[in-house]
């Protein structure tokens, strides 16, 4: 696989940071998340998981008429929609059908726009608090800007339109764009295309699929559950993502995790649910966490490739002492000057500035996961249609 560019500036945003329910309540930009397979909206209300109703505080409770029976003008509670509402669309991949097109991949998606959230206006409440957590967009951003390299958001854009960063997904067992119960969704990590970058993120053309989006044969990254709400607004629950960046030195792990999206499911072109076809997603929104103690220990294992950093041997130490546990900037003043003429990433590295605001900042790592503490990331996104290859 060709090298590629990595954008440096969001590896270092991972530091205070980088595919569940959805992203956000009812409306994008929403103040809390959805969980889409236990219907509880994390602000406090229940909601109804199939018909998306509110559900009654007291569900044993009935309007009772003046005879003591039961009120029989009170219509009967709508039970949502019903599977034999939306027959599956012919050659809904996978097909058995010898009829239906044949393929190694069911319907692709390209990512054509990933945008870090700066603010904390997306994209859902993972930590319970009934308030948006995007610590690495709001906080970590916002703050290093100016030590990260530039523009962050704009480094991603510019990568995805010069085909330089292309994430996928793809789709299995999708019956129907209306609504469908359940459905598979995987994250994978485009190689090449023969097209050009313009052709691709016009939603034509094909891309040939990275090997390295698996691992003993099945995708590193896919999301445990995802399903279509009446409507067409898609919301998976439950994934990874592996956030890497062209730029950023390898041995960082931007592996993002209990990732949750909600997007709207383009109806023109409509989707194509077949092997070979292709699907599009509006008003994305994603939001997931990153664990600190891994991205901090990836820091310190980029560090050890810059031989500039000579007389650090670690590039941060953990403190885990007292509530506010945190990791120290241990970079020598030596190693600044030396990676004075270095390489762009391990100039970054021995950044003294960032470093100790790196370390200061990671003990407001703001979710608290089953694997340690984590940060939280918010990010808005679309996709166009694309078609899957294997590598030939």
Known sequence: MRDRL???????LAAGWMVGAGCTGDAPGGTNGLDAESGTDVGGQERDAESGGDVDSDPDAQDVAEDGGPDSSVPDTDPGPDEEDYPPVACAYPSDDAACPQGPYGPGSLFSKFEIVTDKTCCADLNGDDR??????????????????????????LAIERGLLMYLMEARDWGNTAFDSALELKVLEGDYSVETPTTNLAGE??????????????????????????GGTLRATGGKLNAAFPGMLDAIVLELTDVQIRARVVED?????????????MEGE???????????ESM????????????????????????????????????????????????????????????????????DTEEGRAFSIGVRFETVPTELQEAP
Request: net charge negative; glycine share 12%; with cysteine.
């Open 132 to 157: 948006i957590d995007n610590f690495l967009g709001a906080d970590v951003v916002g703050a290093l800007g100016p030590f990260l390299g530039g523009d962050v958001n704009g480094n991603i854009a």
């Open 300 to 367: 310190n294992e980029a560090a050890l490739a810059c031989e500039c950093i000579q007389d650090t041997p670690l590039l941060f130490t953990y403190d885990g002492a007292g509530n506010n546990d945190r990791y120290v900037c241990e970079l020598e003043q030596s190693d600044v000057s030396n990676c004075n003429n270095a390489s762009a990433a391990c100039k970054t590295l021995a950044n003294s500035q960032l470093c100790h605001a790196l370390g200061l900042l990671s003990g407001a790592a703001d979710v």
């Open 286 to 296: 994603l939001a997931g966490v990153l664990l600190r103690d891994r991205f901090f």
């Open 205 to 230: 053309g094909s891309v040939v699929v990275s090997a390295e989006s698996y691992e003993g044969g099945e995708p590193r990254f896919a999301f445990a559950s995802a399903r279509v709400d009446e």
């Open 6 to 12: 990595r954008v440096l500036a969001l590896v270092i």
């Open 269 to 281: 072109p409509p989707a194509d649910l077949q092997a070979g076809g292709g699907f599009g997603l």
